[in-house]
């Protein structure tokens, strides 16, 4: 090995689910949203004047922010905005955990957060879920240099409730608490309403699976204007235009069309919790489910079997080769027709 490899930064990268370009596919594994984003957003993209696209955009996204803090009824300079909600949760790991001590975190839990502490050397410690996948408050009782975890967590697709999330808070007030809500739109259970109690506290959340603008990137923080201040500043301290123009525009679009997210929310769940019982049918545990996807396991087939089967019939779905969950299926909820065709294949293949 020559000198300057031994240099190079080692490290275990993030693998996202498995991509295909086969013209049948039906595509489980990444949970995306299955319907198209807000029609406000589809017009505002036929009428776009792309010589606009020559001008950097708005460092500052303040149309964007301006929406994002009516939606949620706080002030804008308590908005921060990132290219997707891996960005604003990288910045927040290089602005919020600098210190000696270790982080904490759910062992089953996003398995982007190990992979920001090993680029960005935080220090941090896995904490055990209970043998039902729930988080337990006390387990977050111990020194640390900050807390994170999903609500709903991914993939488990449970959730906690307020007063969980409030119990952790309490006692972790010397350090920063970050929510990653990218599935809440599919509960009913965000914590946006303790921003005004908790200074601490950091919710990230996206626009990739509610909004269906996984393909722009779009992401932000809701916290105190002192935090999101910190939270630029690392941005601008390496990237002050991380979002481009039609990502904020469209953002906005996606914001102010209340009634069409609402209404695609309303249909996923009702797909979800529809086809939580038609596994169940088949033989299937399914954990209770708030997000866009189920977390399954089957009483006598082995996950990786069932898995490797739907593959061959272009479905994609998730398996995680990963200890206390490998015999489990995460399955993104589809369209109606979708589903229909996972069930016809899981049925010849169970």
């Known amino acids: 090995m020559k000198l300057w490899q031994e240099k190079l930064r080692k490290i275990d990268p993030y693998v996202p689910g498995e991509q295909s370009d086969a013209p049948d596919l039906v595509k489980l594994n990444a949970n995306e949203n299955p319907y198209p984003p807000s029609p406000r957003v589809q017009a505002l993209l036929q009428q776009t004047d792309t010589s606009g696209l020559r001008l950097y955009p708005d460092a500052n996204g303040r149309n964007l922010r301006g929406a994002l803090a009516r939606h949620f009824r706080l002030s804008t300079d308590q908005v921060f905005l990132g290219n997707g909600s891996d960005d604003v949760l990288a ?5 919020f955990f600098a210190s000696d001590q270790p982080i904490l ?8 957060y190990p992979v920001w502490c090993s680029l960005l050397r935080v220090p941090f410690e896995r904490v055990p879920l209970r043998d039902d996948f729930t988080i337990d408050p006390r387990a977050f009782d111990r020194p640390n ?31 920063i608490v970050i929510i990653d809500e990218a599935y809440v739109d599919f509960s009913t259970c965000s914590c946006v309403s303790l921003l005004g109690k908790y200074d601490n506290l ?15 990137r779009i992401g932000y923080a809701l ?12 941005k601008n301290s390496y990237n002050s235009y991380t979002m481009d123009s039609i990502a904020l525009a469209c953002g906005t679009a996606s914001v102010e069309d209340d009634a069409y997210f609402r209404e695609t929310c309303a249909k996923i769940i009702a797909t979800r919790d ?25 009483q006598r087939r082995p996950a990786e079997e069932i898995f490797t ?8 779905v998730r398996y995680f080769r990963q200890p206390k969950i490998d015999n489990y299926l995460r399955i993104t909820v589809g369209t109606d027709a979708e589903m229909n065709r996972f069930f016809t294949a899981l049925g010849q293949i169970l």
């Open 91 to 95: 910045l927040a790991f290089q602005a």
């Open 105 to 112: 975190f759910p062992d089953i839990t996003y398995s982007f």
């Open 145 to 175: 240099g900050g807390v994170i975890f999903p609500n709903p967590n991914a993939p488990t697709s449970l959730g906690v409730g307020l007063d969980v999330i409030e119990d952790i808070l309490r006692h972790n007030q010397d350090c």
């Open 202 to 216: 950091v919710i990230v959340q996206t626009m990739s699976k509610s909004r269906s603008l996984a393909g722009l």
């Open 223 to 234: 916290c105190s204007a002192e935090l999101a201040s910190v939270l630029e500043a690392v």
């Open 274 to 298: 529809r086809s939580a019982g038609q596994l169940r049918a088949l033989g299937f545990t399914v954990l209770p489910s708030q997000t866009n996807f189920l977390f399954a396991t089957h």
């Open 309 to 316: 089967a739907l593959k061959a019939q272009n479905i994609f």
